[in-house]
C-alpha cells in the first residue's frame, strides 16, 4: 500500500512534485514510482497517486511560477563565530531567492531546520530572499518569504544558539519539543 505518514509518504510527495514539475503524465509518473518502490501497482497505485497529486499540484504550481525556467544551485557557506566554525551546503539556491518546500503545515523540525539555514546563509552574506512554500491557511501554499534581517542579527542569534549548545553540552536543557511547538 502507498505510504500513509512519515519519510516515505514525504519522498512520495516530493517524487510526484518532480514530476509534476517535468511535466509527466499520470501513467509514466506511476511507472516510474512503482520501479522505486513508492507506489504499489495497480488500482490502489492509481488512486493513491491521484490522491497525491491533488495535495501536491498547488505547491508544484505555486513553485514553478516563482521559479520560472531557472535553475537550482547550491553554495557551501562557512561562517566562524565564537569560535565555532558552522559550515554546511545550501540546496535550492535560485537567482531570486533560496527556496524551501513543506507539504502541508510546517512542523517544529521544518521550522527549526529552514530557520538554521536562513540565519546561516544571512550570517555568511548570501544576499537573497528566503522564501517557503508550505501551506499558511489563509495565504496559501506560497510563496512566503521570510523578512530580511542583518548580517549581525544573524549573526547574534547564532551566538545565542551555541551558547545554548555549550549548556546542553554540560547539563540537560529543559526542552518539550511538540508542546513548545503548540505553544
Known sequence: EAPGRGLERMALQRAVFDGLLAGRDADALQS?????????????????????????SPYAQAFAQWRGDAQPASMPLDVVIDGVRLHGRLDEIFPQGIARLRFGTPNGNSSIRNGLDWLLATAAGVDLRFVEFHDDGERGVGPHTRPSLSRDSAIDALHALIALRREGLQRPLPFAPYSAWDL
Open 32 to 56: 516510474l514510482l512503482r520501479a522505486r518502490g513508492l507506489l504499489p501497482s495497480g488500482a490502489l497505485g492509481a488512486r493513491a497517486l491521484s490522491q497525491v497529486q491533488r495535495e501536491v
